[in-house]
Protein backbone atom coordinates (compact mmCIF):
# COMPACT_ATOMS: atom_id res chain seq x y z
CA UNK A 1 0.00 0.00 0.00
CA UNK A 2 1.13 3.50 -0.90
CA UNK A 3 1.25 5.95 1.89
CA UNK A 4 0.16 9.17 -0.03
CA UNK A 5 2.56 11.82 1.05
CA UNK A 6 2.04 16.10 0.81
CA UNK A 7 3.92 18.45 1.12
CA UNK A 8 2.48 21.86 2.31
CA UNK A 9 4.71 25.07 1.71
CA UNK A 10 3.48 27.96 4.04
CA UNK A 11 4.72 31.54 3.15
CA UNK A 12 7.38 32.03 6.05
CA UNK A 13 5.81 35.11 7.53
CA UNK A 14 2.51 33.77 9.04
CA UNK A 15 3.71 31.38 11.54
CA UNK A 16 3.04 33.06 15.09
CA UNK A 17 3.98 31.56 18.53
CA UNK A 18 1.21 32.77 20.08
CA UNK A 19 -1.50 31.87 18.12
CA UNK A 20 -0.52 28.22 17.66
CA UNK A 21 -0.41 28.18 21.48
CA UNK A 22 -3.91 29.33 20.97
CA UNK A 23 -4.98 26.92 18.34
CA UNK A 24 -3.79 24.42 20.01
CA UNK A 25 -5.64 24.83 23.12
CA UNK A 26 -9.18 24.14 20.63
CA UNK A 27 -7.33 21.25 19.65
CA UNK A 28 -6.41 22.23 16.14
CA UNK A 29 -2.83 21.06 15.16
CA UNK A 30 -0.01 23.71 13.79
CA UNK A 31 -1.22 23.18 10.16
CA UNK A 32 -4.19 24.15 10.14
CA UNK A 33 -3.25 27.02 12.76
CA UNK A 34 -1.03 28.50 10.52
CA UNK A 35 -3.72 28.53 7.19
CA UNK A 36 -6.41 30.15 9.85
CA UNK A 37 -3.88 33.24 10.57
CA UNK A 38 -2.57 33.65 6.93
CA UNK A 39 -6.84 33.93 6.39
CA UNK A 40 -7.01 36.25 9.23
CA UNK A 41 -8.11 34.61 12.35
CA UNK A 42 -5.26 35.89 14.58
CA UNK A 43 -6.43 35.96 18.07
CA UNK A 44 -8.75 33.92 20.40
CA UNK A 45 -11.65 35.64 19.85
CA UNK A 46 -11.80 35.23 16.18
CA UNK A 47 -10.71 31.35 16.79
CA UNK A 48 -14.25 30.99 18.54
CA UNK A 49 -16.11 32.66 16.11
CA UNK A 50 -15.03 30.44 13.18
CA UNK A 51 -15.01 27.09 15.82
CA UNK A 52 -18.59 28.09 16.92
CA UNK A 53 -20.56 30.35 14.63
CA UNK A 54 -23.88 31.33 15.53
CA UNK A 55 -26.72 32.88 13.60
CA UNK A 56 -26.28 36.20 15.36
CA UNK A 57 -23.12 36.27 13.70
CA UNK A 58 -24.82 36.50 9.88
CA UNK A 59 -25.01 40.18 8.26
CA UNK A 60 -28.45 41.67 8.07
CA UNK A 61 -30.10 40.37 4.52
CA UNK A 62 -31.55 44.07 3.95
CA UNK A 63 -27.91 45.27 3.58
CA UNK A 64 -28.00 43.64 -0.07
CA UNK A 65 -28.76 45.88 -3.05
CA UNK A 66 -32.80 46.11 -3.73
CA UNK A 67 -33.72 43.05 -0.89
CA UNK A 68 -36.33 45.38 0.55
CA UNK A 69 -37.95 45.55 -3.08
CA UNK A 70 -37.34 41.72 -3.94
CA UNK A 71 -38.91 41.06 -0.64
CA UNK A 72 -42.38 43.77 -1.12
CA UNK A 73 -43.00 42.49 -4.77
CA UNK A 74 -42.66 38.49 -3.95
CA UNK A 75 -44.68 39.40 -0.62
CA UNK A 76 -47.52 40.74 -3.35
CA UNK A 77 -47.19 38.56 -5.23
CA UNK A 78 -48.12 35.51 -2.65
CA UNK A 79 -50.59 37.74 -1.46
CA UNK A 80 -51.83 38.01 -5.50
CA UNK A 81 -51.88 34.59 -5.47
CA UNK A 82 -49.49 35.64 -8.81
CA UNK A 83 -47.47 32.79 -10.71
CA UNK A 84 -43.49 32.65 -9.99
CA UNK A 85 -41.31 30.87 -11.72
CA UNK A 86 -37.86 30.60 -10.14
CA UNK A 87 -35.19 30.22 -13.21
CA UNK A 88 -32.07 28.47 -11.55
CA UNK A 89 -29.12 27.19 -12.90
CA UNK A 90 -27.74 23.64 -14.18
CA UNK A 91 -24.71 23.21 -11.70
CA UNK A 92 -24.60 22.81 -7.84
CA UNK A 93 -25.17 25.69 -6.62
CA UNK A 94 -27.98 26.74 -9.21
CA UNK A 95 -30.06 23.68 -8.26
CA UNK A 96 -29.44 24.95 -4.37
CA UNK A 97 -30.41 28.14 -4.54
CA UNK A 98 -33.32 26.70 -6.64
CA UNK A 99 -34.53 24.70 -3.69
CA UNK A 100 -33.80 26.75 -0.69
CA UNK A 101 -35.62 30.00 -2.48
CA UNK A 102 -38.81 27.38 -3.85
CA UNK A 103 -38.63 26.34 0.03
CA UNK A 104 -38.75 29.19 1.46
CA UNK A 105 -41.99 30.38 -1.03
CA UNK A 106 -43.65 27.64 -0.49
CA UNK A 107 -43.73 28.27 3.18
CA UNK A 108 -45.03 31.85 2.83
CA UNK A 109 -47.59 29.80 1.05
CA UNK A 110 -46.42 31.04 -2.60
CA UNK A 111 -47.54 29.48 -5.80
CA UNK A 112 -43.91 28.76 -7.44
CA UNK A 113 -42.21 26.34 -10.29
CA UNK A 114 -38.65 25.88 -11.02
CA UNK A 115 -37.31 25.82 -14.12
CA UNK A 116 -33.50 24.62 -14.37
CA UNK A 117 -32.07 25.48 -17.96
CA UNK A 118 -30.43 23.17 -20.31
CA UNK A 119 -27.11 23.44 -20.62
CA UNK A 120 -27.14 22.09 -23.96
CA UNK A 121 -30.19 23.68 -25.43
CA UNK A 122 -31.42 26.74 -23.55
CA UNK A 123 -27.52 27.50 -22.01
CA UNK A 124 -26.40 29.70 -18.84
CA UNK A 125 -28.76 32.49 -17.75
CA UNK A 126 -32.35 34.10 -18.40
CA UNK A 127 -33.35 32.40 -21.84
CA UNK A 128 -35.86 34.48 -23.62
CA UNK A 129 -37.71 31.99 -25.59
CA UNK A 130 -37.92 29.95 -22.29
CA UNK A 131 -39.36 33.49 -20.51
CA UNK A 132 -41.54 33.56 -23.36
CA UNK A 133 -43.03 30.42 -23.25
CA UNK A 134 -43.50 30.66 -18.91
CA UNK A 135 -45.25 34.11 -19.98
CA UNK A 136 -47.37 33.26 -22.59
CA UNK A 137 -48.01 29.43 -21.84
CA UNK A 138 -47.81 29.07 -17.74
CA UNK A 139 -49.27 32.39 -16.72
CA UNK A 140 -46.02 33.16 -14.70
CA UNK A 141 -46.32 37.26 -13.72
CA UNK A 142 -42.94 37.08 -11.43
CA UNK A 143 -39.75 36.02 -12.50
CA UNK A 144 -37.02 35.65 -9.62
CA UNK A 145 -33.72 34.17 -10.81
CA UNK A 146 -31.25 32.26 -8.85
CA UNK A 147 -27.64 32.08 -9.34
CA UNK A 148 -28.05 33.78 -12.61
CA UNK A 149 -29.17 36.69 -14.09
CA UNK A 150 -27.12 39.82 -13.85
CA UNK A 151 -26.03 39.14 -17.92
CA UNK A 152 -29.69 38.18 -18.70
CA UNK A 153 -30.30 41.38 -20.50
CA UNK A 154 -32.21 40.44 -23.39
CA UNK A 155 -34.77 37.91 -21.95
CA UNK A 156 -34.89 40.30 -18.60
CA UNK A 157 -36.13 43.27 -21.01
CA UNK A 158 -38.52 41.04 -22.89
CA UNK A 159 -39.96 39.96 -19.44
CA UNK A 160 -40.32 43.72 -18.02
CA UNK A 161 -41.88 44.75 -22.08
CA UNK A 162 -44.13 42.29 -21.65
CA UNK A 163 -45.43 43.07 -18.17
CA UNK A 164 -43.89 40.52 -16.04
CA UNK A 165 -41.25 41.51 -13.32
CA UNK A 166 -37.81 40.12 -13.01
CA UNK A 167 -36.18 39.68 -9.76
CA UNK A 168 -32.46 38.88 -10.22
CA UNK A 169 -30.40 37.21 -7.22
CA UNK A 170 -27.14 36.27 -8.54
CA UNK A 171 -23.34 36.67 -7.28
CA UNK A 172 -21.52 36.40 -11.12
CA UNK A 173 -19.40 39.43 -12.35
CA UNK A 174 -21.57 42.68 -12.76
CA UNK A 175 -21.70 43.67 -15.95
CA UNK A 176 -20.65 47.20 -16.71
CA UNK A 177 -24.01 48.07 -17.76
CA UNK A 178 -26.77 46.52 -15.61
CA UNK A 179 -29.87 44.86 -16.73
CA UNK A 180 -33.27 46.41 -16.64
CA UNK A 181 -34.82 44.09 -13.68
CA UNK A 182 -37.33 44.91 -11.38
CA UNK A 183 -34.80 44.58 -8.32
CA UNK A 184 -30.93 43.43 -8.54
CA UNK A 185 -30.04 41.32 -5.51
CA UNK A 186 -26.13 41.24 -5.68
CA UNK A 187 -23.35 41.33 -3.12
CA UNK A 188 -21.13 43.01 -5.25
CA UNK A 189 -23.61 45.64 -6.25
CA UNK A 190 -22.28 49.08 -6.35
CA UNK A 191 -25.07 51.09 -4.57
CA UNK A 192 -25.10 48.92 -1.53
CA UNK A 193 -22.15 48.27 0.43
CA UNK A 194 -22.55 44.31 1.93
CA UNK A 195 -19.68 43.54 3.91
CA UNK A 196 -18.86 40.19 2.43
CA UNK A 197 -18.85 40.12 -1.72
CA UNK A 198 -18.06 36.72 -2.10
CA UNK A 199 -21.75 35.05 -1.63
CA UNK A 200 -22.01 31.64 -3.99
CA UNK A 201 -25.07 32.00 -6.04
CA UNK A 202 -27.08 29.67 -2.96
CA UNK A 203 -25.69 32.15 -0.12
CA UNK A 204 -27.46 34.98 -2.05
CA UNK A 205 -30.55 32.80 -2.28
CA UNK A 206 -30.25 32.09 1.44
CA UNK A 207 -30.10 36.12 2.61
CA UNK A 208 -33.51 36.27 0.41
CA UNK A 209 -34.51 33.48 2.89
CA UNK A 210 -33.22 35.00 6.16
CA UNK A 211 -35.33 38.05 4.71
CA UNK A 212 -38.42 36.54 4.50
MN1 LIG B 1 -22.95 30.04 -8.87
Excluded at 13 to 35: C, H, M, S, W, Y
Excluded at 147 to 157: L, S, T
Amino acid sequence: MITPTYEWQFAPQVEDADFTKIAKKAGLGPEVARLLFERGIQDEESLKKFLEPSLEDLHDPYLLHDMDKAVARIRQAIEEGENILIYGDYDADGMTSASIVKESLEQLGAECRVYLPNRFTDGYGPNASVYKYFIEQEGISLIVTVDNGVAGHEAIELAQSMGVDVIVTDHHSMPETLPDAYAIVHPEHPDASYPFKYLAGCGVAFKLACAF
